[in-house]
């Protein structure tokens, strides 16, 4: 297995220059860097050529994340809605193959955050996700990437919130590139066993998110598993990536997006890098290689 942690963690907006957490995610103990897929289609040549030779020259793995908008629902209703994420994810493949990432994850199969203010119908809207799915894996697969379906909490998702659920989701697409991509914190809310869920996932499992009931970075005297969860992972033969995305700062449209309505840590640069120092180094001695 190979750690990371979401640049996000240092940040109140989504997007920005990516660049200098290159060599401080790698000063702190990470392998992967995960960048988010918001503005990445209007990212110069030049600081896509920058971020990419500095991740290989770091020896630092890239990764993707994403919440699609509303206007990027693949499962809208709307055709024309549908067929415009399409395009969209088209061309940010084209800039996440350039950057060398090769798995974006997120709730890719719908928008986020939901406006559950508006009607849906979770069958059709699945049937439609399916669908739009299908025609998103081949554009990915003809770039070597592969798209994990994040399971996501009731207050964030409606589509996909348990393993059970998300598995029957990517046999139904029936691509090889199409993934589960579950995380320790929508887990904790959704599942009734963390180890059993995972054990279920087995091999269709692509991406995993870590993190604390609360969105801190995973500590020492949690009271989740980390050891039971390293051990389970272990189980299925996973070696894929195994990310931190703690948030922890009230404020812009992270912490509006995120519900993160207080300060959950010092917010100084020093006292989260080491933090993040602290957090890695208990994971790796948790989960193992």
């Known amino acids: 297995m190979k750690y990371g942690i979401y640049y996000a963690y240092w940040e109140q907006q989504w997007g920005g220059d990516y660049l200098p957490y290159v ?49 990027e629902n693949i499962a809208s209703p709307d055709p024309k809605i549908a067929a415009g994420a399409l395009e969209f994810w088209k061309r940010t493949f084209e800039v996440l193959a350039r950057l060398d990432i090769h798995v974006v994850g997120g709730g890719l199969y719908s928008y986020w955050p939901v406006d559950f203010s508006k009607p849906f119908n979770k069958g059709e809207d699945l049937k439609r996700s399916i669908e739009g799915m299908q025609k998103m894996a081949a554009l990915a697969a003809d770039l070597d990437i592969t798209l994990g379906m994040e399971v996501l909490n009731r207050f964030e998702g409606y589509l996909l919130n348990t393993t059970e659920e998300a598995l029957a989701y990517v046999k139904a697409v029936g691509k090889d590139n199409v993934k589960i991509h579950l995380d320790s914190f929508h887990m904790n809310i959704e599942e009734d066993d963390f180890l059993g869920a995972i054990k ?12 604390e009931a609360n969105r801190r970075p995973p500590v020492v005297g949690s009271r989740m598993d980390w050891p039971g969860i390293g051990r389970a992972l272990r189980d299925i033969g996973y070696t894929g990536a195994v990310v931190m995305e703690p948030f922890v700062l009230s404020g812009g449209q992270v912490g509006q997006d995120i519900k993160v309505w207080r300060d959950l840590a010092p917010t100084d640069q020093g006292s989260l890098d080491a933090a993040a120092r602290e957090s890695v180094k208990f994971i790796r001695d948790s989960f193992g290689s």
């Open 23 to 71: 060599s401080r995610v790698k000063g702190l103990g990470f392998d992967i860097l995960e960048i988010s897929c918001a503005g990445l289609i209007d990212m110069s040549e030049s600081k896509i050529s920058d971020l990419a030779r500095a991740a290989k020259d770091a020896g630092l793995i890239l990764t993707g994340g994403y919440g699609p908008r509303a206007q």
């Open 200 to 211: 279920a996932a087995g091999s269709y499992l692509g991406h995993f998110h870590i993190g």
